[in-house]
């Protein structure tokens, strides 16, 4: 071949020494030698090369390699280099067609690839064919040519592509017929535990987990992002600030992407990829909406902004779509930071002007964003564009507040960055300021802006406007009130706030609702507290009050616990949590709380534990709150339910502390009663210190348990009796189910078992709905013993019985069956209760009787009595009569 060429194009790039293996890729191009096209195609610095030169270089079959460049964009050169690859596996084809590719009238380039195909029908074995960087051909004869050797090429020829753009052939048809395998940009991202190799085994740096996970997360798993980002630190002497502030402004990441990205763009792609970085994310109106030119400007002809988005997604261009429909996408984020970063430079340019226009750039995107009905995202570009009126006109909203359906940070940054004297001319947004640092927990400074917006209002005329917002901060303070679980302040500012607030003022009328629920539910009237929730939920669904229809679902699921409804309950929360998504407020806290409560009610010890733990993290972003406390009181108890005793004391010490220096007085009720608990299940405990504190703070239930410790079931009784007189005549259903399952362990513990029995009949019916277990499991072996008299005497809710034997004896397996009083020792107990007619043949041995004298007193056969006797000794677990009769009497059997 006399053509003159570059050999070094057919040359196939060797893998890197230091290269992180990807077999899950590699397995992916091994599947697709089962078909005819492998389409690599991703934006630049992805590795794409690397990756093919990684799997061709443990290929077993021959290769024939050809790497792309603009001036292969004449038809004959490429034709050229084409045969002259397919010459480095089989070195006899295309000779007589190099004379017809150097004739000034080339032939029909079909014709020229139809000579090759025939040609490679010869080759026997199976081959490949790459094209790397095939995104520099821009010639449609050439993708016609490549398009009629894809759809006459013989099985034994396999084509590879490399690309930083699909290429124009018809991709849709070949992918129909199965003939096609793709990797794209979401495929060749590295997943942290290949960023983690490659950071460490191929650049050598020395990361800790969170900074690779954190260096993985800002380069979305770009490959050329994280090489340029060790690049940066090697030398660094904290790479983890270096981590904490990485973006596409570093100079090495700012350089590969001008050179390689932006400055092969046109001018008007260039124009719209700078000007639409504003966005987080954009479909075609959108970026037409700000792409608008000013009145009088020339308008220049150009592709719409859903035409322009569609192309920068074939050519790769760092672009991610965001839905299958294509009508979302955003930029990759590094690109974003270098596209914002060009955006703001000072000095100005043909492209973009100064910040003014950056600003202009702004308002229409938020006027667009308005005209859609999305505020939220309005507001953020008002806010950016530094256009105060416009700002403060979205978050006040149309009578619903931005801060009112969830954007609660945006808003408090946007308020914090605000000087005072535009506040004060706006007192409204004193008080938005005041409303949104209650919803972010930060409880400190809302008293201060509260006083700087009625500062603000002094001498102004109380008319509608004024009257609403005097009404508005009273809302307020009966919230903060209710962080303080002050039930007379709330109910005096939640009649303030409705006197003064307009009619129409429905989501902080809403929330007043909400703050007089809370307080009824304080003073014990379960029904009004439930009224005022439903109406709360329910207007606030209607009207949209995101926050408060998390506070009044939160208030119903307290109900339905209190209703011992736990189903429900665990339903409400979840709804809350899914409401919030994974960004919670901290009032989710009590959705955590709720859900640990019935968890451990359910004996799911450990989700018991993950929501427990969940709620005291969320709980401490408060200021100035007791839910800290109240989810450590909770984590308390469970630490007793798995015997860890030290563990619980460590905590409660902790909680008891926090209480008395914060003052936090409610809470201290519920913090002795688990100081008695923890006294109970100490080995030593000191019941002197125990009685003395459950007296202090009027705790009948745990003065029974003492009671019930020290052996006096009669001086239980005296206390529990009168106090479920009080919880019925009150309605308390959870506090009634307490009360009724420890009267019957102390009136089993005082001899009166008939009485009992029916009392523990009452408990098991209120409390099978609700699926409680820990209710009776916690009482012990004591509870045990009741149990299986029930069972073996009235054959009561056998399913329901059999489900606490059950897990009486998983307990009892894992060591932790004791009873809370310290009454007795872990005692064998029956899996499966006895029967009837087996108690009577149990009473029969009892008395002496041999086989055949039972079967003639109960008119049974002789191998019925036989049976009966076996079945008995399998479940009391003996093995002789005597030994039977021995544990049944330990067990209350008989």
Not at 4 to 11: Q, Y
Request: glycine fraction near 6%.
């Amino acid at each position: 071949m006399s053509t003159p060429i570059v050999s070094t194009k057919l040359f196939i790039p060797p893998p890197r020494p230091n290269v992180v293996i990807r077999p899950r890729l590699i397995d992916c191009l091994n599947e697709g030698m089962q078909r005819k096209l492998i389409l690599i195609s991703a934006s630049a610095g992805c590795g794409k090369t690397t990756l093919v030169s990684q799997w061709l270089a443990g290929c077993s079959q021959p290769v024939a390699w050809l790497s792309l460049e603009e001036g292969d964009n004449d038809p004959a050169c490429f034709l050229t280099y084409l045969f002259a690859a397919v010459q480095t596996i089989a070195p006899n084809i295309g000779k007589g067609v190099f004379a017809l590719l150097r004739s000034p009238q080339l032939p029909p380039i079909e014709s020229i690839i139809t000579s090759l195909l025939n040609e490679i029908t010869a080759i026997p074995d199976h081959f490949v064919l790459v094209f790397d960087d095939y995104h520099v051909i821009d010639s449609r004869a050439i993708d016609k040519a490549i398009a009629f050797l894809l759809e006459h090429m013989p099985p034994q020829m396999h084509l590879v592509i490399s690309t930083r753009e699909d290429p124009s052939i018809p991709l849709a048809r070949i992918r129909v017929r199965n003939q096609l395998t793709e990797v794209r940009g979401a495929d060749l991202r590295f997943t942290s535990t290949e960023a983690a190799e490659f950071l460490g085994s191929v650049m050598g740096l020395n990361l800790s987990p969170e900074n690779i996970a954190l260096l993985e997360s800002r380069t979305e798993g770009w490959i050329a992002g994280l090489q340029l980002a060790a690049l940066s630190m090697q030398g660094h002497k904290d790479p983890s600030s270096f981590i904490q502030t990485f973006t596409g402004s570093h100079h090495f990441v700012l350089d590969y992407l001008v050179e390689e990205v932006l400055e092969q763009q046109s001018e008007s792609i260039q124009t719209f990829l700078l000007h639409t970085s504003i966005l987080d994310w954009m479909c075609g109106p959108l970026c037409d909406a700000v792409l608008h030119r000013k009145a009088g400007e020339q308008q220049a002809p150009s592709a719409s902004g859903q035409e322009t988005l569609e192309y920068l997604e074939r050519a790769n261009l760092f672009i991610v779509p965001l839905d299958n429909e294509r009508h979302w996408y955003r930029y990759h984020h590094l690109f974003a930071d270098l596209l914002q970063k060009r955006l703001h430079q000072s000095i100005p340019s043909k492209i973009v002007d100064n910040e003014r226009d950056v600003a202009e750039l702004h308002i229409r995107a938020s006027i667009w964003y308005e005209d859609n009905g999305l505020e939220i995202e309005a507001f953020h570009h008002a806010a950016a564009a530094n256009d105060i009126q416009r700002a403060a006109r979205l978050v006040e909203g149309k009578g619903m507040p931005l801060l009112f359906r969830g954007a609660v940070a945006p808003v408090l940054n946007w308020l914090g960055s605000m000087r005072n004297e535009d506040l004060d001319a706006r007192p409204s947004l004193w008080v938005m300021y005041a409303s949104a640092l209650l919803m972010a927990g930060q409880m400190t400074r809302v008293e201060q802006k509260l006083q700087a917006a009625e500062k603000a209002l002094q001498g102004a005329e109380q008319d509608n406007k004024i009257r609403d917002l005097i009404g508005h901060i009273a809302a307020i303070r009966a919230t903060l009130a209710v962080s303080k679980h002050q039930a007379e302040t709330i109910i005096a500012e939640s009649r303030r706030a409705l006197d003064y607030l307009h009619p129409d003022n429905l989501p902080v009328r809403t929330a007043t609702t909400w703050t007089l629920g809370y307080a009824y539910q304080l003073q014990g009237d379960r029904a009004a507290a439930g009224k005022a929730y439903a109406e709360a939920l329910s207007i606030s669904q209607m009207i949209g009050h995101v926050i408060i229809n998390i506070m009044a679902a939160l208030g119903l699921g307290n109900i339905y616990e209190a209703e011992n409804q736990l189903y429900e309950a665990a339903e409400t929360y979840r709804q809350v949590l899914n409401m919030t998504g994974d960004s919670p407020l901290p009032a989710v806290c009590e959705a955590h709380l709720g859900l640990a409560r019935i968890c451990y009610e359910w004996n799911n010890l450990d989700a018991a534990m993950q929501h427990g733990q969940w709620s005291v993290q969320l709980a401490k972003q408060f200021e100035q709150s007791d839910r800290v406390v109240a989810g450590d009181v909770f984590l308390v108890r469970l630490k007793l339910a798995k015997g860890e005793v030290s563990g619980a004391a460590a905590i409660l010490a902790k909680a008891d502390r926090v209480a008395r220096l914060q003052n936090f007085a409610n809470q201290l009720p519920h913090i002795a009663a688990a100081q008695v608990l923890l006294m109970l299940h100490q080995h030593q405990g000191n019941l002197g210190a125990a009685a003395h504190l459950a007296q202090k703070h009027e705790l009948h239930m745990s003065q029974a348990r003492i009671h019930l410790a020290q052996g006096d079931a009669s001086a239980a009784l005296v206390l529990l009796e009168p106090w479920r007189g009080q919880v019925e005549t009150k309605g308390w259903a959870d506090e009634r189910l307490k009360v009724m399952v420890l009267q019957a362990v102390a009136l089993h513990e005082h001899g009166e078992k008939f009485k009992a029995v029916q009392i523990l009949e009452d408990a098991l019916t209120m409390a099978e709905p609700g699926g409680f277990i820990r209710i009776f499991l916690d009482e012990g072996v004591p509870m045990l013993r009741l149990l299986l008299e029930a069972a073996a005497a009235h054959e009561v809710m056998p399913s329901y019985l059999g489900k606490l034997l059950a897990e009486f004896k998983a307990e009892e397996l894992k060591g932790g069956t004791k009873s809370s009083q310290q009454l007795a020792q872990p005692a064998k107990f029956l899996m499966e209760p006895l029967s009837g007619r087996e108690l009577e043949v149990l009473q029969l041995i009892a008395q002496g009787l041999s086989n055949l004298e039972i079967s003639e007193r109960l008119f049974i056969a002789l191998t019925t009595v036989k049976g009966h006797n076996r079945i008995i000794f399998d479940k009391l677990q003996v093995k002789r009569r005597t030994e039977a009769v021995a544990c049944a009497r330990k067990l209350g059997l008989l």
